[in-house]
């Protein structure tokens, strides 16, 4: 008899933690935890109230936004925890001068290769070429990501309370991320409103608007593992690489990032030594949310601000253009008239006036030949690019300094030699 009351026990045990196991995390109502009708919450209600988009890639549902006018998009890429709507004091902002699109991660996918994929096929869905890429948190190492493999087509790059790739968090998280696994939902969430009550909020000066927000959002024990595994996901990228160096970056931090040690913010700003920094002081890990105002400020500052990079490329085109069509006058106008070239002729410096220049180029007429940027580096108002020029039987490679002068950037120096 005192057997089978002790099956009984240990099968109802067993049967209550299976229970247990299987309950799914409580999901709560934004509405219901932020009482203040106020114009945030009016505004996020009417987002959500707005049609979103569906696309299949490989078997998998993606659901997004797409919106906004204008002839320049802005792609806003989601942290670990959020989803499509975690961007829409952003979103009602720039609407209005951009084209805008958030997506949701969807729960299954675990990797940087698989998210990029579904990424681009939104873009290409929505007919988007070039776009600015606007990331947090897990969105900002998308971002880098992105950067990385689709260089040519992202015109500027944000990087928020982001990280870059490295090895401590996959390091001080190991015996987390193999015991999860095998945790309830319920439990995983708990922990989880645990960090938020101690810590997230409180980083964020305990805004009530947060608090709420990061509270309702969906969650489950897939998403968090598939998303951690998306975090700690490696890939190099090179940003001396000029493709890259080349895109204007800004990275968003704030000084009291619960999430983000201060190991990782300070090597993310080693990596793109050429970045603009913007620091939030004593706004925590989502300051877009209870910082938004200030954080759409400096987003548009960056975003408006025009890229030196590609108007010294201009230049630099017409240059191209000026040699190869044998066009004087294009050449005249994309050199100062105190510019000074050089080579090497029997291991002497030769100097080559402007004028004998413009003359050799009128003798010799349009050529067929290749051109190309090699790299280039800008500090403030002076640049340096390497370029070159592949003709049939010859090939040189042009050293040239650029000068930001009151009519653009001007060639001051052309130092060249003949490679083939």
Not at 68 to 75: E, P
Not at 140 to 163: D, M, S
Request: proline share 4%; net charge neutral; with cysteine.
């Amino acid at each position: 008899m005192k057997n089978n009351y002790l099956i009984i026990i240990i099968s109802s045990l067993f049967l209550l933690l299976i229970v247990i196991y299987l309950i799914p995390a409580p999901h709560s109502d934004f509405f219901k935890l932020y009482t203040n009708n106020d114009e945030q919450a009016q505004n996020l209600k009417e987002f959500r109230s707005r049609p979103t988009k569906d696309i299949t890639v490989d078997g998998v549902k993606w659901n997004y936004y797409a919106g906004g006018i204008g002839n320049k998009t802005i792609l806003f890429i989601h942290g670990m925890g959020g989803s499509y709507d975690l961007w829409w004091h952003q979103i009602a902002e720039f609407e209005k001068d951009y084209k805008v699109i958030s997506y949701t991660l969807p729960e299954s996918l675990n990797s940087l290769k698989k998210s990029s994929e579904g990424i681009l096929k939104i873009l290409e869905a929505e007919s988007v070429d070039k776009f600015y890429a606007v990331g947090t948190s897990m969105g900002g190492y998308i971002a880098q990501y992105l950067l990385c493999i689709v260089p040519n087509r992202i015109e500027k790059a944000v990087f928020g309370n982001t990280f870059p790739p490295n090895n401590l968090i996959a390091k001080e998280n190991a015996s987390k991320s193999k015991i999860i696994p095998y945790l309830p939902e319920i439990l995983i969430s708990k922990l989880g409103e645990k960090k938020l009550n101690e810590e997230i909020v409180p980083a964020a000066k305990n805004s009530p608007l947060l608090k709420a927000f990061l509270a309702s959002l969906p969650f489950s024990k897939q998403q968090f593992i598939n998303r951690y595994s998306v975090v700690i996901d490696r890939f190099s990228i090179f940003p001396d690489y000029y493709e890259i160096k080349r895109i204007p970056k800004l990275i968003i931090e704030s000084d009291n990032d619960p999430l983000i040690q201060a190991e990782l913010r300070k090597e993310i700003k080693e990596m793109y030594a050429n970045a603009a920094v913007f620091t939030f002081h004593g706004e925590g890990h989502f300051p877009y949310i209870n910082a938004s105002e200030a954080y759409n400020k400096a987003l548009r500052n960056f975003l408006e601000k025009e890229n030196d990079y590609e108007i010294a490329e201009k230049t630099i085109t017409n240059y191209f253009e000026g040699r190869r069509n044998a066009n004087l006058q294009k050449l005249q106008s994309v050199f100062s008239e105190n510019a000074i070239l050089n080579t090497i002729s029997n291991e002497e410096v030769l100097a080559i006036s402007l004028e004998n220049y413009f003359n050799t180029v009128k003798t010799e007429g349009s050529q067929n030949v290749k051109t190309r940027i090699l790299n280039g580096d800008i500090t403030n108002n002076i640049a340096n690019f390497q370029t070159e020029f592949k003709y049939k039987d010859k090939s040189y490679i042009d050293y040239l300094t650029l000068a930001k002068t009151q009519n653009g950037w001007k060639i001051v120096n052309k130092t060249f030699t003949k490679t083939k």
